[in-house]
């Protein structure tokens, strides 16, 4: 599957593999939250490398020609909430959680397991999170040394801080806010490339809450579908 919608300075952009991963939203397709060695409590690293990790296991690739973009809102609040409460308390300080808030932690330990050596990446946005991914895939893909570009992006239901995020940027921009309750997260990941073909035009999205993954959530889908349907002829 390609898509044309932001990539204004090359070649489309295709995606070679797709995947989608939700914990605790309540759906159908929820699954367990994976186990992560140095990572606890949250449901943000955890999701993030399982998504990508099944696309560099779906279609493998050269790490020193694969950059990775992580994209989140407000990255990994409640770890960050979780050491803050014990500060607070008095409680004595955990190293690990400190390390585990930096959203660059996951991308390390990822681009350790399939060695990646090329470019990683963590942006916050306050668009959604395809739109900020696309840009950043298309700009990398200029570079000659780059063949794929592996984007994530991931949302965490939240507590108190994290829902007036929400609302105040609901407010300030008329859009609406997501219901995703707390300890809950989901996350979907795109590996890309340069497309040989026409780009296949996509239909104008809806608005969308700040940092939103759906998407990203339907453009996987669609390169699901696709994929299906091409075993099948």
Do not use: W
Request: hydrophobic share 45%; aromatic share 4%.
């Amino acid at each position: 599957m390609t898509t044309s919608e932001r990539t204004p300075l090359g070649a489309p952009l295709t995606v070679l593999a797709a995947a989608t991963a939700t914990h605790g939203t309540g759906r159908d397709e929820d699954i367990p939250l994976p186990k992560l060695p140095g990572f606890v409590e949250s449901a943000f690293s955890p999701l993030v490398f399982e998504v990508a990790a099944r696309c560099l296991t779906a279609r493998p690739c050269d790490g020193s020609r694969t950059a990775v973009v992580l994209a989140a809102l407000t990255g990994d609040t409640t770890t960050a909430d979780l050491a803050s409460s014990r500060m607070v308390s008095g409680r004595v300080h955990n190293p690990l959680l400190f390390m585990q808030a930096t959203a660059n932690s996951v991308l390390g330990h990822l681009s350790r397991e399939f060695g990646i050596t090329a470019q990683t990446f963590s942006v916050s946005t306050l668009r959604d999170a395809a739109s900020e991914l696309l840009d950043m895939a298309d700009l990398l893909l200029e570079d000659p040394e780059l063949e794929h570009v592996l984007v994530v992006g991931v949302e965490l239901g939240g507590g108190e801080r994290l829902d007036a995020v929400y609302r105040d940027l609901a407010t300030d921009g008329g859009l609406p806010v997501p219901a995703l309750p707390a300890g809950a997260g989901r996350s979907a990941a795109l590996l890309l490339g340069r497309a040989d073909t026409a780009a296949v035009p996509t239909p104008a999205a809806p608005p969308v809450p700040p940092g939103s993954l759906q998407r990203l959530f339907d453009l996987a889908a669609a390169h699901r579908n696709e994929t299906e349907t091409h075993a099948h002829q």
